[in-house]
């Protein structure tokens, strides 16, 4: 659903500015883009994975990290004012290979912004936490979790553990329940999930900024014509995506076939991953 903006941006007159944000997951598709974008919000960007990442850029800080090592992570955190926190492994995987990073990762960096102050922390969360509702309906950010994979269950896990810290601590996050984000929409599945890289950054700097977010969920999704999530609990964040998937539909709907109306692919949010795995059977 796209937010049209009736009150006074929630940006107007904040200053969208610190010293050192963290950037996890910088070596991903994703973290390469804001990578590109962030410097823009900071006077430093440390950038983080566990993935070569290459020399430390003009106003960067270049770190390799394990997050499953907890004392690495500590480190890590020690000196930032916001985290953005894409780390982890970002397609389904059998569990054993998820938890280190996605569960175990997720409660180390927590610990750690707690321990270290850190009062904001925008985390990549997934569309992939509601994959089994249907493509037919309309959800909002309180329905229930229906994780798609142990992917989206990571995920879930993660969007818990911000209320908790929010909850116990004070400390606030942003969950993005991002949806596909590309520099264009792949298939059809894509023309109602796509986030746009310009929205990405516009959703990104909200989180990081905006104030008073206290634990929020949102979708990360442009305007496009097809609707499966409604982000008005997220009003306050003041987000209006200006991008659209509509200039591929035609040649999307030209070169891929329709599936069957059975096909759980065609049938569930979620798309591909409801029926990934099971593993090692």
Request: net charge negative; aromatic share 10%; proline share 5%.
């Amino acid at each position: 659903m796209t937010l049209t903006l009736e009150h006074a941006d929630p940006l107007d007159g904040i200053r969208t500015h610190c010293g050192r944000i963290l950037l996890t997951g910088a070596a991903g598709g994703l973290g390469r883009v804001l990578r590109e974008r962030l410097p823009h919000y900071a006077d430093v960007l440390r950038v983080s994975d566990i993935a070569p990442i290459g020399e430390a850029r003009a106003n960067e800080e270049a770190v390799v990290c394990n997050l499953a090592d907890a004392s690495a992570v500590d480190a890590l955190v020690r000196g930032v004012d916001v985290i953005v926190h894409l780390g982890g492994v970002s397609v389904e995987r059998p569990f054993e290979e998820v938890l280190p990073a996605n569960i175990q990762g997720a409660y180390h960096l927590y610990e750690a912004a707690r321990r270290h102050g850190v009062h904001r922390i925008v985390f990549a969360s997934s569309n992939h936490v509601t994959g089994f509702y249907r493509q037919d309906e309309v959800i909002d950010t309180l329905a229930p979790q229906r994780p798609d994979s142990y992917y989206g269950l990571s995920k879930a896990f993660g969007e818990q553990l911000a209320q908790f810290y929010f909850d116990r601590y004070g400390m606030e996050t942003v969950c993005l329940r991002i949806g596909s984000s590309f520099p264009e929409p792949k298939d059809r599945r894509m023309l109602a999930t796509w986030l746009g890289y310009d929205d990405l950054e516009q959703l990104v700097r909200r989180a990081m900024f905006v104030p008073n977010v206290k634990c929020t969920i949102v979708y990360g999704v442009s305007a496009n014509r097809d609707v499966w999530w409604d982000n008005s609990h997220a009003a306050h964040l003041g987000y209006a995506p200006t991008q659209t998937s509509e200039p591929w539909r035609e040649r999307i709907e030209r070169a891929e076939p329709t599936r069957a109306e059975d096909d759980p692919v065609r049938v569930y949010q979620g798309g591909a991953f409801v029926t990934t795995g099971p593993f090692g059977d």
